[in-house]
T-cell receptor, first 114, second 110 residues
């Protein structure tokens, strides 16, 4: 189903904890993205990476961090600085990182803060 | 990126009728306009896309129209079926990552 996977599917976090969401793709795509989805808010861009060892902030980067050490992997860390982290997180990938190519989405991780 | 305005936010149609969802944008750099369908609890999936050098594109019951001068594009679904019920997102892209609309929840009533 598109060759992009996310884990875990469900994640529970206590307040004050950092958690890391995994995203892996075997599509040989250069670009990878993280979105947050809240009801009625659509998809909001957190971070994106167009190439290994480089990434840029999206519209709602505060309280999140990423790394891109390998082409296949783009993990997202939700830090304790993110005040309202409960949401559905979607990872995506595409060919060259400008917006002119189809983005393939992973199945998502639903994060709940207890 | 600059926003994409999507309307309506909810849409109910009778099975067999047509559904139309519209999106507007304001920048001049965008040249790629995809539409995604997201079923409940699942990932968004591309259903159709259009580039700025084309005014209309069709794929069976689905069509997209683009008016680049007026900066709006629309999704048209004909002969709607219950399995068309989902949330639909428009998006725009070009030299920056895709920017998504807030979505339209389409309900097809049998």
């Amino acid at each position: 189903d598109g060759g992009i996977t996310q884990s875990p599917k469900y994640l529970f976090r206590k307040e004050g904890q950092n958690v890391t969401l995994s995203c892996e793709q075997n599509l040989n795509h250069d670009a990878m993205y993280w979105y947050r989805q809240d009801p009625g808010q659509g998809l909001r861009l957190i971070y994106y990476s167009q190439i290994v060892n480089d990434f840029q902030k999206g519209d709602i980067a505060e309280g999140y961090s990423v790394s891109r050490e390998k082409k296949e992997s783009f993990p997202l860390t939700v830090t304790s600085a993110q005040k309202n982290p409960t949401a559905f997180y979607l990872c995506a990938s595409s060919l060259p990182g400008t917006g002119g190519y189809e983005q393939f989405f992973g199945p998502g991780t639903r994060l709940t803060v207890l | 990126g600059e926003n994409v305005e999507q309307h309506p936010s909810t849409l109910s149609v009778q099975e067999g009728d047509s559904a139309v969802i519209k999106c507007t944008y304001s920048d001049s750099a965008s040249n790629y306009f995809p539409w995604y369908k997201q079923e409940l609890g699942k990932r968004p999936q591309l259903i159709i896309d259009i580039r700025s050098n084309v005014g209309e594109k069709k794929d069976q019951r689905i069509a997209v129209t683009l008016n680049k001068t007026a900066k709006h594009f629309s999704l048209h679904i004909t002969e709607t079926q219950p399995e068309d019920s989902a949330v639909y997102f428009c998006a725009k892209g070009g030299n920056t990552p895709l920017v998504f609309g807030k979505g339209t929840r389409l309900s097809v009533i049998a």
